[in-house]
């Protein structure tokens, strides 16, 4: 049996569907959802996603800003960037790509955002309410996987979930959305033993590790769910997930393809936490 691949684009456009129909109700009511991403430095794969991410802005009707700055830029002037975006009313989330160059401190840079414009929710603020389940933005990478896994129908509630990576950006607070959804949660990583022996009880299984290929079928319970979140430019220029997807695929029950699945859900995601975050702010002013 094979496995079936999760159909990315499908799930995709349906969602920016729904959200365009929303961004279009509230113009109706003045308010038109404003993106800005501020990127440092010269990263050609960052200028790839910063690019698709005002495109997917455009096309669910919001505005986007991109500020381009150079790589010798002082974390000072993008600081005062911020402050101004964190000012104007048009910009309803702040997105400051990364990696920034090593003379910027990304600690200070996310520290200024604006909590209620952090649409990357990396804000320790915004860390902090995911932690104790208060509403508010959730990070896009995986929030991007529950809905993923809602919108093929598969029962989370009570699953043993297991996780692939700790970092802040995903593994943590992909753990954290699965708890939310009550499954069982295990974090495994470089220094987790026995792995496999781990993974193999995954129901849900999210591969998140940054390297290309290193999940295999042995680590694969059949039937399971596996999301590949890994995005590793090869030297050939080709995209690889952390999945090895053709090992995998006669074990799996379910699997996500590289590309095509978790990126472009992952910006939908960041077009949803800028809509509700116009939406609240068009709310605030509305009881004012
Ligand atoms: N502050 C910040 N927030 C981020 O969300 C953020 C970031 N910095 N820095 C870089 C990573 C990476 N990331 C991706 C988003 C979409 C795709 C995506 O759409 N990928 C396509 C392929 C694109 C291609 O061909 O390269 C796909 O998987 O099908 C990839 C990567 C967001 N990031």
């Known amino acids: 049996m094979s496995a079936q691949v999760i159909n990315g684009k499908e799930i995709v456009s349906a969602y920016r569907a729904e959200i365009k129909e929303q961004v279009d109700a509230l113009k109706d009511r003045g308010v038109q959802p404003g993106l800005a991403v501020v990127i440092v430095g010269d990263d050609p794969a960052s200028h790839v996603y910063v690019r698709n991410k005002a495109k997917a802005c455009e096309e669910a009707g919001m505005h986007s800003e991109v500020y381009k700055l ?23 989330g702040i997105l400051v790509q990364s990696p920034l160059p090593k003379h910027i401190s990304e600690e200070r840079i996310v520290e200024s955002i604006d909590p209620l414009k952090d649409v990357d929710c990396f804000h320790p603020v915004n860390v902090g309410n995911l932690m104790i389940g208060k509403e508010g933005p959730a990070p896009c990478t995986p929030a991007g996987v529950i809905e993923i896994l809602k919108k093929i129908g598969v029962e989370i509630a009570g699953k043993h979930a297991v996780v692939i990576g700790r970092s802040n950006i995903v593994g943590k607070p992909m753990a954290m959305l699965l708890l939310r959804e009550h499954a069982t949660v295990t974090v495994c990583h470089s220094r987790t033993q026995n792995m496999e022996e781990i993974t193999r009880q995954a129901d849900i299984l999210v591969a998140a590790v940054g390297r290309p290929k290193m999940i295999n079928r042995s680590h694969v319970k059949p039937g399971a769910v596996v999301i590949d979140v890994g995005i590793n430019r090869l030297e050939t220029g080709k995209l690889a997930g952390d999945v090895d997807f053709d090992d995998v695929l006669d074990t799996a029950g379910w699997i996500t393809p590289v590309p095509g699945c978790v990126g472009p859900m992952t910006i939908t995601m960041l077009l949803r936490n800028t809509l509700e975050s116009a939406q609240r702010t068009a709310h605030t002013e509305a009881v004012r």
Do not use: Q, R, W
Request: hydrophobic share 45%.
């Open 70 to 92: 150079p790589e010798a830029t002082p974390e000072a002037e993008v600081l005062e960037l911020i402050g101004k975006l964190n000012a104007d009313a048009s910009i309803h």
